[in-house]
């Protein structure tokens, strides 16, 4: 399982070469430093932490700031660790968008833009209300929530208005169109969580893994 802390950049389309626009993510993945290598003898478990983004040194803690230290890689904004990292690397390696290659499959995850709070109409696109036949008032509520005596009580997980985005989501088996190496930029077919800007992770697809994407 390889994977890259990344940042997307935005939506724009590419032509392949029968000429049709291919709608593509514009994600920036590169340069990632390999902050920590963990392994079974030392930690229980094989993994590599992966760093990503420039900090200024004044805005991290001094821990972080010695633990990036230690490993010899300049300050860095975003850590994340990928288990059973099939690429070999040693602390201190930069690891960039050249791992993935086009016609690779990859899974995207990132947090969805928030919404704010919203009513069950648009959070979960409820019918609503009769407009007219004297309904009044109840145009975009949900309707009825309890019970009767029995259980008396409104159930567990009941779509109701509130919290709207804002959490993290896997959109799986996007192909990677373009690797552009020299701007350490992927071009990622369809739609990534989140907004232009946000860090995002992308990962080796683990329904369509890389061997499976060269068959």
Request: aromatic share 6%; proline share 4%; glycine share 14%.
């Amino acid at each position: 399982m390889i994977g890259l802390i990344g940042k997307k950049l935005g939506q724009t389309r590419v032509y392949d070469p029968n000429g049709r626009a291919v709608p593509v993510t514009v994600v920036q993945a590169g340069p990632n430093y390999v902050v920590q290598k963990k392994t079974v003898a030392s930690d229980g478990y094989d993994a590599v932490q992966l760093g990503f983004g420039s900090q200024k040194e004044s805005r991290l803690a001094k821990p972080v700031l010695g633990h990036l230290t230690r490993a010899k890689v300049p300050a860095l904004r975003r850590l994340r660790e990928f288990r059973n990292f099939s690429l070999d690397v040693k602390e201190g390696d930069e690891v960039g968008v050249t791992i993935f290659a086009e016609g690779d499959y990859v899974d995207a995850i990132g947090v969805t833009k928030g919404r704010g709070f919203e009513g069950v109409v648009k959070r979960h696109h409820f019918r609503g209300g009769d407009m007219t036949h004297g309904a009044k008032g109840w145009h975009r509520r949900s309707g009825a929530i309890g019970q009767r005596l029995f259980p008396g009580t409104v159930m567990r997980g009941m779509k109701m208005p509130g919290h709207m985005g804002q959490v993290r989501r896997t959109v799986q088996n996007l192909q990677v169109v373009k690797v552009l190496a020299e701007d350490q930029v992927l071009l990622i077919r369809g739609a990534i969580p989140g907004a232009a800007g946000e860090f995002i992770i992308i990962r080796e697809s683990k329904k369509r893994p890389k061997v499976a994407a060269k068959k």
